[in-house]
């Protein structure tokens, strides 16, 4: 996927969740919005370099939108609705082969209760609902999920167990959008029901795939499959 021409900054602060104030290369203070709930630890820190995407669109309240950071030498995508992007991409282009076969790709398809499954492939005998969950988080030096409390994380786990029961096939996929080369796991300490219900989901059969992103100023891929 490629990103819309991207501008540098450093941040000031995050705040309210969805701003950061920064400023740009230029000396400009600006106020981006920030597509990404979560607490994005070990992500953003106070002057770390930023780059942010700029949206001339009159219905906007905010024309700049947080793209990467920059954290030591690794580049981070903090945009977390790029992950289904590049996701419907890798699976298009046949990068994740573990879900080829199919001839049928939809996105965003209503579920379980009152969900949306972020990838339904179908053929004439199965189905698969693949959910996609963005990996941002570093402690130490392994990578995680989730960086805070996900109950709706926990629902979707649930519902995928729930497709499994009716006899259909169900997966889930962490993105990592970091270019670090890391081991990865489940963030247990930070939600314990995330965790048990992952350990639940895996056991009923829940497949799960684990997938690193390359990042740089222009595009980001899935590039490579990480055992886990």
Same mark, same amino acid.
């Given at each position: 996927?490629?990103?819309?021409?991207?501008?540098q900054?450093?941040?000031?602060?995050?705040?309210?969740?969805f701003?950061?104030?920064?400023?740009?290369?230029?000396?400009?203070?600006?106020?981006?919005?920030?597509?990404?709930?979560?607490?994005?630890?070990?992500?953003?820190?106070?002057?770390?370099?930023?780059?942010?995407?700029?949206?001339?669109?009159? #219905?906007?309240?905010?024309?700049?939108?947080?793209?990467?950071?920059?954290?030591?030498?690794?580049?981070?995508?903090?945009?977390?609705?790029?992950?289904?992007?590049?996701?419907?991409?890798?699976?298009?282009?046949?990068?994740?082969?573990?879900?080829?076969?199919?001839?049928?790709?939809?996105?965003?398809?209503k579920?379980?209760?009152?969900?949306?499954i972020?990838?339904?492939?179908?053929?004439?005998?199965? #189905?698969?609902?693949?959910?996609?969950?963005?990996?941002?988080?570093?402690?130490?030096?392994?990578?995680?999920?989730?960086?805070?409390?996900?109950?709706?994380?926990?629902?979707?786990?649930?519902?995928?167990?729930?497709m499994?029961?009716?006899?259909?096939?169900?997966?889930?996929?962490?993105?990592?959008?970091?270019?670090?080369?890391?081991?990865?796991?489940?963030?247990?300490?930070?939600?314990?029901?995330?965790?048990?219900? %992952?350990?639940?989901?895996?056991?009923?059969?829940?497949?799960?795939?684990?997938?690193?992103?390359?990042?740089?100023?222009?595009?980001?891929?899935?590039?490579?499959?990480?055992? %886990?």
């Amino acid at each position: 996927m490629k990103f819309p021409e991207l501008i540098q900054g450093k941040l000031i602060k995050r705040y309210k969740r969805f701003l950061a104030d920064i400023i740009l290369e230029n000396g400009e203070e600006i106020t981006a919005h920030v597509p990404n709930s979560g607490a994005m630890t070990s992500c953003i820190e106070e002057n770390c370099p930023v780059w942010v995407s700029f949206h001339d669109n009159p #219905k906007r309240k905010l024309k700049y939108t947080l793209e990467l950071t920059k954290m030591g030498e690794n580049l981070i995508c903090t945009n977390t609705g790029v992950a289904n992007k590049i996701g419907i991409e890798a699976v298009a282009n046949g990068t994740i082969k573990e879900l080829q076969g199919y001839s049928s790709l939809k996105p965003e398809q209503k579920y379980g209760e009152k969900s949306r499954i972020d990838i339904l492939l179908e053929n004439e005998n199965e #189905k698969c609902y693949v959910e996609i969950k963005s990996v941002s988080l570093k402690i130490q030096e392994e990578l995680a999920f989730p960086d805070a409390v996900t109950s709706r994380g926990t629902k979707h786990l649930n519902e995928l167990i729930s497709m499994v029961e009716e006899g259909h096939r169900a997966v889930m996929l962490y993105i990592i959008q970091r270019t670090e080369n890391a081991s990865f796991r489940i963030a247990k300490e930070i939600d314990k029901k995330y965790y048990e219900a %992952f350990l639940e989901a895996r056991k009923k059969g829940v497949e799960i795939l684990v997938y690193q992103s390359s990042i740089n100023h222009k595009e980001i891929n899935i590039s490579k499959k990480i055992d %886990f």
